[in-house]
């Protein structure tokens, strides 16, 4: 039985995708029958292509061609897992079998209404915790209202504005130091990165309270039916 679903969502990332699913082939028969895999590729020029093998994989793509959607795909990715427990991370942060091995059996002792966060290494040398990999539970992600896609559109502060509504809605965070992602080199490229428009939304999202977002979903999207 499933416990766990692992969730990336990527923009013309073919290569860093591939590279995921080969390690993840890799893992013990035992192992992958606790884990889905759910990939949502966020309107990439080139449809993502994948041979899943062994693997329990959904690859869900969106329709609607616009910059920066990450809130969009990480609520239609909450939206979807058929697990309570989802492991979020970008495409360039992996880990290797013992870690997830690790975080699925220590699930039952687990706080569903905490986020948990993880070591980061590159190159060797330990670094922030990267925001946008966590653990969480479906309850506690819309118990915090999701991820708010008035920020899609332009880039920055989704993911600081959806840990500060969780911090506000549910509860704490708390950092696994015992498990480490590693970070690959990989730079989503094509797309402007001025945080000035979404700076701007984030603080004004502030001073009226820090509403829970409305209108999840705001794009059309399907299932891939053949991935292999």
Not at 28 to 35: D, G, I, K, M, V
Not at 75 to 99: C, G
Request: charged residues 25%.
């Amino acid at each position: 039985m499933p416990q766990l679903t692992l969730i990336t969502h990527v923009y013309n990332a073919q290569g860093p995708v591939d590279r995921q699913i080969e390690r993840w082939k890799r893992f013990a028969p035992e192992l992958l029958s606790q884990l889905q895999f759910l990939i949502i590729d966020d309107h990439s020029d080139t449809p993502l292509q994948i041979d899943p093998g062994p693997l329990d994989l959904r690859l869900l793509r969106v329709d609607d061609d616009i910059d920066w959607n990450m809130p969009g795909c990480r609520n239609l990715a909450a939206i979807q897992s058929r697990t309570e427990w989802m492991l979020y991370f970008d495409a360039d942060n992996i880990a290797d079998e013992a870690a997830i091995a690790k975080l699925v059996a220590a699930l039952p002792r687990l706080d569903p209404l905490r986020l948990y966060v993880f070591r980061r290494v590159e190159n060797g040398v330990d670094v922030e915790p990267h925001i946008n990999t966590f653990l969480i539970t479906r309850r506690g992600f819309f118990q915090a209202g999701g991820y708010d896609e008035d920020f899609c559109g332009h880039y920055g502060y989704e993911d600081v504005v959806f840990r500060t509504m969780w911090r506000k809605h549910v509860g704490q965070e708390l950092l696994l130091t015992d498990i480490a992602f590693e970070q690959m080199g990989f730079r989503t490229g094509g797309l402007s990165r001025d945080t000035t428009h979404n700076h701007a939304l984030a603080q004004f999202k502030q001073q009226i309270g820090l509403p829970k977002p409305k209108g999840l979903l705001r794009f059309g999207w399907h299932e891939v039916a053949s991935i292999a």
